[in-house]
């Protein structure tokens, strides 16, 4: 089964804002759904006057990226020989694109690109690489990346990508059975939930569990909560009329402003508060605007 163009009929507001630079999002084909949360891509027109950032906020997840054309840059590291690879993190990071810039990507679902890796995530998570990540991986990086550069489209981009991914699987030993159970608790709680009580509804022990996270996130599970817990609470932020910050803090599970104040700066960068504002200054008038988006193949 082929991929096919993923279908947002409600918009995220980051999504509406890069519309203009033709972003589109391709789910995988089914063999690799289970790895793969999609592949994206953009452009930049030449006439961009300056770059374009966006914060990538950490969910488990990794990415590699492929420059097409132009320049581009996560937290100030260049893509080195037409790729960055982005692993799991537990901080946010800037993606800075200059103009005429094109880029493709993949997005591996939390914990589930560990299957396309030779070694145990904790390795490099928190780094960002060029080619030079290319020891990490179960398919010739070079190669492929050689030959997204030369094809004509995005469907042949998103073909030779995945039957690289496919041949790396082939080889690989997979993920543990467990892990996806394990992450979808910690997520649908928010972080709010006692990681005793994740434990015990998992069915692993404590041990069982850091030493997955360990291999596959390359984060502790405490962490990867946390990562959770400030994603509720920036969707709580995104809202046009937001509550007050005691409010989002009490919403997202915390007992004190003070403390989701640091765990929010300690992942995101900002303060709430700044981060506030920046939505306010960035998102609301594309959250507020009639527009439509129209993905095509």
Known sequence: MTSTLA???QQAAWQRNLAPFGYRQILPMRALASYVQHYWELALPTAQHSPHSEL????????????LAGELNINGVRAHQGVLFSPTAAHSAQLSLAAGVQVFAVRFRPGMGAAFWRCATSEFAGEVLGLDGAHY???DLPAVTEQLQAAPDLPSRV????????????????IASTLPQTLALLRASRGQQPLTQIVAQSGLGQRQLERLCHRYLGLTAKQFSRLHRVAYSRELLKQVQPEPLADVAYGAGYSDQAHFSHDFKSVVGLTPGQYLRRVRAR??????????????A
């Open 283 to 296: 998102y609301h008038p594309a959250e507020q605007a009639d527009a439509a988006i129209i993905h095509r």
């Open 137 to 139: 991986l179960r398919f």
């Open 56 to 67: 990538l906020h950490p969910d488990g997840g990794s990415s590699l990226l492929f420059q």
């Open 159 to 174: 073909a030779l990508l995945e039957a690289a991914l496919c041949g790396a699987l082939a080889g690989s030993a997979g």
């Open 7 to 9: 279908q947002f009929p």
